[in-house]
Structures are given as structure tokens and as C-alpha cells.
């Protein structure tokens, strides 16, 4: 694999010997490799590891960018990176969660002061991947403001729970925020800076909260596991059936 990590382009497929096990490693055998993330099936386990047993199915929190990740056949995985994957999916369904839907998980209920309640509103930005995770994670009690530039995805919102739909380019998002309400940082689909750039001036003449988010822990990630199989209809069937990264 290129150690160039810009584009798809520069990947080049090789072949390699498997990798050699250390003590408390796993080794994997992908099923489903999205990119970033992927599901698998362990094969081996390494004389520390008592977590997992072969054949036992997991999925692999995003380690791509730093680590060698997913896109190869087998890997050897630190037995602390690999997750349980949940037994209500599919490996493909399950390829998709550790990423998007964890960040967006992470998002709506991984800061104990600002877990979202019952009755509140959420907004999410676009039809990614994340997005439509937290819309749907967000029904479970909130409601939910989707936005997209897509007149065609309008009825695809709605029938994923979003109460209102709107074209986040009439929106402003800084004035739409409640009062001490909270923005969550995942990405920057509209670029890095330019007029909505959001200044320290504006945060506090609404005292709201800024939250980075980067994915989530593996306790976070587990616990999303528990909930995802606990309530398997929160997720619809349009996550999956949109593909990979699961946006509309
Ligand atoms: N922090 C983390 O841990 C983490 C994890 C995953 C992703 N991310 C980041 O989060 C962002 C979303 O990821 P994703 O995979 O969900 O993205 P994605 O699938 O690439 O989302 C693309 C969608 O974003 C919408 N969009 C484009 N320009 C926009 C704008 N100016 N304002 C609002 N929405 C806009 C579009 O929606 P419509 O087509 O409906 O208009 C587009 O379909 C990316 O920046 C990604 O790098 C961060």
C-alpha cells in the first residue's frame, strides 16, 4: 500500500506474507472493508489475548491514517483495537458503524453534561455518513432538523425520522442555535475558513458550547454495540442500503 494516504489512486495491491503474531495480537481475516473500517473473522489469537477465540466475528475501530489498516485480507490487530461485532447485523451492515456511527453516537451522548435529551432539537449538517447516523440515533427521543442541498434526498430524511428538512444554504447555522446549545466539530464539509468561520466573539454572545469530536473510545464504541442490539429498529434499513459509509 502507498504511504501516500491522499486518494484511492495511490493505493497499489501487493502481496505480502501473512503477518507474524505477537502475544497480544489477533489476527483477522476481513470480510468487509469499506475503507477506514472493516468486519472480520478471527483467526488466530496471540498467548495474551483472551478476549477473543477464533471464529468469533469483530469489526476494527477506525485505525486508518496512523496505523495500518483495513484494506488488506488479514491483519494482526493490538487484541485492545478489536471490537465484538453486534450479533443482530450482518458483516456488512456491521462494517459501517465504527467510524460514522460511532462519531455521531459519540456526538449525541458521549459528554455527560451535554448528553441530548428527550424533546430536544438536533440539527444535522448534510446526508453523509455520520450525519444520517445521528439523525437516526437522535429519534430515539430528540428531534431532528436534517439539512441537504438535494431536493431529490428530502423524502429519503423524512422517512429516516427527520421532522423538518431544510437546505442548509439558507440556514445560518450560528443564529439557528439555542441559547447554551452545543456544536458539535466533526468535519468540514463547507471548507476550513471563509464567512461562516465561527470566532470566539460569537460563541459567547451565545454562550454555547463547542465540542470536538474524534470517533469514540472502545468503551463508547461497545456500549453502542449494546444499544444497537438491544434496539435494532433505531437504525432503519436506509443506513445500509446506502451504501458503505451509510449516507443517503
Ligand atoms: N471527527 C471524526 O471522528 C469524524 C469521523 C467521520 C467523519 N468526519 C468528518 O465529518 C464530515 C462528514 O463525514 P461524512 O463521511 O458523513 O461525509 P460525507 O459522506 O462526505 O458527507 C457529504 C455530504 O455533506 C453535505 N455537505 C456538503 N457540503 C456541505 C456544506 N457546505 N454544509 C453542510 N453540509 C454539506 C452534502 O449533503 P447533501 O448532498 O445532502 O447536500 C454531502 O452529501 C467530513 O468532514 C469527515 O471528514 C469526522
Not at 5 to 26: A, I, N, T
Not at 60 to 86: C, M, Q, W
Not at 130 to 158: C, Y
Amino acid at each position: 500500500m502507498s504511504k501516500k494516504f491522499s486518494s484511492f489512486d495511490r493505493l497499489k495491491f501487493s502481496e505480502q506474507p501473512l503477518p507474524e503474531l505477537g502475544d497480544g495480537e489477533v489476527l483477522d481475516k476481513q470480510n468487509v472493508i469499506p475503507g477506514l473500517d472493516g468486519a472480520g473473522t478471527v483467526v488466530a489469537i496471540g498467548k495474551q489475548v483472551s478476549r477473543f477465540q477464533p471464529g468469533d466475528k469483530t469489526f476494527e475501530p477506525s485505525t486508518g491514517g496512523i496505523l495500518d489498516s483495513t484494506l488488506r485480507t488479514y491483519g494482526a490487530f493490538n487484541k485492545h483495537a478489536l471490537v465484538r461485532a453486534p450479533s443482530t447485523l450482518t458483516a456488512r451492515e456491521a462494517s459501517t458503524l465504527p467510524c460514522a456511527a460511532l462519531t455521531a453516537c459519540n456526538a449525541l451522548y458521549g459528554s455527560l453534561d451535554h448528553v441530548v435529551k428527550a424533546g430536544q432539537w438536533v440539527l444535522v449538517q448534510g446526508t453523509g455518513g455520520v450525519s444520517i447516523f445521528a439523525l437516526q440515533f437522535a429519534k430515539a427521543g430528540a428531534r431532528v432538523i436534517a439539512t441537504t442541498a438535494s431536493p431529490s434526498k428530502v423524502e429519503a430524511l423524512k422517512q429516516l425520522g427527520a421532522d423538518h428538512v431544510i437546505s442548509y444554504k439558507e440556514a445560518h447555522r450560528i443564529e439557528a442555535i439555542r441559547m447554551c446549545g452545543v456544536i458539535t466539530i466533526v468535519g468540514f464539509l463547507a471548507g476550513r475558513s471563509g464567512d461562516n468561520e465561527t470566532s470566539f466573539q460569537r460563541c459567547l454572545a451565545k454562550m454555547f458550547t463547542l465540542r470536538p469530536v474524534f470517533a469514540g473510545s472502545r468503551v463508547q464504541l461497545e456500549e453502542m454495540i449494546e444499544a444497537v442490539e438491544a434496539h435494532p429498529e433505531v437504525l432503519r434499513e436506509g443506513v445500509w442500503a446506502g451504501g458503505a459509509s451509510g449516507g443517503v
